[in-house]
T-cell receptor, first 115, second 110 residues
């Protein structure tokens, strides 16, 4: 597609529920990144894929967070047993070059609210 | 570690006023520097970038110069418009992860 597509746009989850957030990057983009943006803050790194390989997951806040990109295209961020502190906007970005030196293209994000 | 410190907002300006949003960075090595803009309800969009010292990035009337001696990358625009109202983020990269500032909210009033 023309841009990075994320779904759903909004998600309300009850505490303890599992959620899955989808990211469809720009076709042909090698690198895919997930960021978490809390209200009033800048995005914070979660994880990075180059094709299907997850090269860096150092930003995942706990083992409840899991990301995959099995065919090197669409990626899913899964959060198990959601907690209120997980409420944030989850941003996906993709880049043609491996390290994003030209800048990322971001999706519009998924706003997750845990109640 | 690498980090970005950005001028706190919110900033409110009248149309046609001059804009400066300060950004300083701490980094090992030779980073690239970026400004992203986030309009209400939308994702972040790359506004401009500079990949080495003394480079000037520019786009849509916005400019920023990569100053290694002052570790700064301040965003400027000579005459803001109402449509420039948004949140602006300074960022440092590239690499496995970018480091973003906390964002500066700009409101331009007619």
């Amino acid at each position: 597609g023309a841009g990075v597509s994320q779904s759903p746009r909004y998600k309300v989850a009850k505490r303890g529920q599992d959620v899955a957030l989808r990211c469809d990057p720009i076709s042909g983009h090698v690198s895919l990144f997930w960021y978490q943006q809390a209200l009033g803050q800048g995005p914070e790194f979660l994880t990075y894929f180059q094709n299907e390989a997850q090269l860096d997951k150092s930003g995942l806040p706990s083992d409840r967070f899991f990301a995959e990109r099995p065919e090197g295209s669409v990626s899913t961020l899964k959060i198990q047993r959601t907690q209120q502190e997980d409420s944030a906007v989850y941003l996906c970005a993709s880049s043609l070059d491996p390290t994003g030196v030209g800048g990322y293209t971001f999706g519009s994000g998924t706003r997750l609210t845990v109640v | 570690g690498d980090s970005v410190t950005q001028m706190e907002g919110p900033v409110t300006l009248s149309e046609e006023a001059f804009l400066t949003i300060n950004c300083t960075y701490t980094a090992t090595g030779y980073p690239s520097l970026f400004w992203y803009v986030q309009y209400p309800g939308e994702g972040l969009q790359l506004l401009l970038k500079a990949t080495k010292a003394d480079d000037k990035g520019s786009n849509k009337g916005f400019e920023a110069t990569y100053r290694k001696e002052t570790t700064s990358f301040h965003l400027e625009k000579g005459s803001v418009q109402v449509s420039d109202s948004a949140v602006y983020f300074c960022a440092l990269g590239p690499g496995n992860q970018f480091y973003f500032g906390t964002g500066t909210s700009l409101t331009v009033i007619p």
